[in-house]
């Protein structure tokens, strides 16, 4: 019998079956360890160095995989599943990464024993459906009108971020714009955080400075030094049309047999910028932005008529705009009508900071965009502060959308961790283990807590079993900063029931696929620990 042929790379690695699982496992294991350290308010920042010898300093879960380069499929999976649960609930990054390896090293066990992954995977998916139930059972309805509730909320995330400190302004600004941005539409709620709430990040001055404004933000100054830097109440008149003569797309020929032809191109063209000025002018607008350029001669026109002018702005911004003064971006400037003028902005300002200049379009009447102005020492810094700002907006965002909430601290993990032990019994045959095993990996999540603050993790894990077991004591969990048991409902620490549920959806189902992984191909494997530095 001919031996098979395989057409494969020369650096790569074949593995099958159990060698192909146990490698799966292992990998995922050695990602989430790499992560643990940075769940908890006692988390340690990571010092990452990229190949081009940029600096990322930070905790947060998917901030650190984004910047780590593996080969592993099972790696890769593991830092897949933290962009997804950035992206879909903005929180629990490193609590989904050292739950979903708690997961598969506990699969370890039942594959040494030669227990069949569908066995295990079925096992792993009934525990999902009882975890999602018994979470919905527990869960705590909030008062969203109640923003002191929400802010102990939020003021949970901020916690275990490089922002606590300012943790007080932080919810104040996630709080401000989330309501700013939010629209109620046939009953449903929409909070679009990424299109409408921008950050922008100044060097320069203190994070006390940060704030929220009604209105929007541009890194721009008007395109001729004697057009008007402050309007008061402007009309404002947004395009996505160049202010310019009409280019040809590709080359162009112009045939010319008399001198006066060329001079007759030239009066053409003066006449159509004349013309779209005019149909401007005819609003008589204080501001034009346009998405393309603007030529000196429609500069000329628009400045003779007091009117400002910002250029070549992205259509994102653009977009914010609209929504914060009211405004509709036209096409063409024949077509612009008395509605699609601006008029809810209040203020409209240039201003210098540092050596740029920044226009500001603010004091707006109910803006639906607005954006958020971050001042800081340095650029690593506000990176930090931004992407603990998303995650501070990104639980707001959660609560208005679904308001129940669940205790934090570890405290929900460990009451369904007993709920899944007594619901194990019921569990018929060898499925029993794999299921009971599920409770155990629940455990993660407040061991990783006490390790992180020096706490002692058999003890105090012991007596918050102990807790557990007695009826009445769901909401106790791990004091995050002294490694003892408490009472979340009166350490106020909560967590929002659509992170908790996204974390454990993605962890136990991701780990499935991964367990019942037979074949991997992969190139060399890269040691992912060379590229950390602990701070």
Request: charged letters at 25%; hydrophobic letters at 40%.
């Amino acid at each position: 019998m001919q031996a098979p042929v395989l057409v494969l790379s020369q650096n790569t690695k074949r593995e099958s079956g159990k060698k192909a699982q146990l490698g799966n496992i292992q990998a995922a294991k050695n990602i989430s360890e790499v992560i643990q350290t940075c769940l908890g308010p006692r988390a340690m920042l990571k010092m990452l160095m990229d190949p081009m010898g940029g600096v990322v300093m930070t905790n947060d879960g998917n901030a650190i995989l984004r910047e780590i380069q593996v080969q592993h499929p099972a790696a890769k999976s593991m830092i897949e599943i933290s962009r997804t649960q950035d992206e879909e609930v903005g929180d629990g990054t490193t609590s989904v990464i050292i739950l979903a390896g708690e997961v598969l090293s506990i699969a370890e066990t039942f594959l040494e024993q030669q227990m069949h992954p569908t066995v295990i995977i079925s096992a792993y998916r009934l525990a999902l459906d009882d975890i999602v139930e018994a979470a919905r059972k527990i869960s705590t309805p909030v008062d969203i009108n109640d923003s002191e509730t929400l802010g102990s909320i939020i003021g949970t995330t901020i916690g275990t971020k490089f922002i606590k400190q300012w943790s007080d302004l932080a919810c104040r600004i996630a709080i401000d714009a989330v309501n700013i941005v939010k629209i109620e539409e046939n009953g449903r709620l929409e909070i679009d955080i990424k299109r409408y709430a921008k950050v922008e990040k100044v060097p320069g001055g203190t994070i006390e400075e940060s704030e929220v404004l009604q209105g929007v933000m541009l890194n721009k100054d008007v395109t001729h030094a004697k057009m008007r830097r402050r309007i008061e109440n402007p009309r404002i008149i947004l395009l996505d049309c160049n202010l310019e003569y009409k280019k040809g797309e590709s080359q162009t020929n112009i045939e010319i047999t008399k001198e006066e032809d060329f001079t007759r191109i030239l009066q053409l063209e003066e006449e159509y910028i004349e013309r779209i000025c005019r149909d401007i002018i005819a609003f008589k607008p204080d501001l034009v932005i346009t998405e393309k350029g603007v030529s000196d001669l429609a500069q000329h026109f628009l400045l003779k008529s007091n009117i400002s002018v910002i250029r070549r702005v992205r259509k994102s911004d653009n977009n914010r705009i609209a929504r914060a003064c009211g405004a509709t971006i036209a096409n063409r400037t024949d077509e612009l009508q008395e509605s699609d003028v601006g008029i809810r902005c209040g203020l409209f300002e240039v201003t210098k900071i540092g050596d740029e200049y920044f226009t500001f379009l603010t004091r707006c009447k109910d803006p639906k965009a607005c954006t958020i102005v971050l001042r800081g020492a340095s650029k690593d810094i506000l990176n930090e502060v931004e992407r603990n700002l998303q995650d501070a907006m990104q639980v707001a965002r959660n609560v208005l959308v679904d308001p129940y909430l669940l205790p934090g601290g570890g405290a929900a993990e460990m009451a369904l961790a007993h709920i899944l032990n007594e619901k194990a019994q019921s569990v018929a045959g060898i499925q029993q283990w794999p299921y009971r095993a599920i409770s155990k990996a629940l455990e993660v999540i407040p061991r990783t807590l006490i390790r992180n603050c020096g706490g002692n993790p058999i003890r105090v894990l012991t007596a918050l079993r102990a807790k557990h077991a007695s009826e009445g004591n769901s909401s106790w969990g791990v004091d995050g900063n002294k490694g003892t048991i408490c009472d979340m409902k009166e350490l106020k620490v909560w967590d929002p029931l659509s992170v908790k549920l996204q974390t454990y959806k993605t962890a136990i189902e991701v780990r499935c696929a991964c367990t019942s992984g037979c074949l991997c191909l992969m190139e060399h494997r890269i040691d992912i620990t060379s590229y950390l530095f602990v701070v």
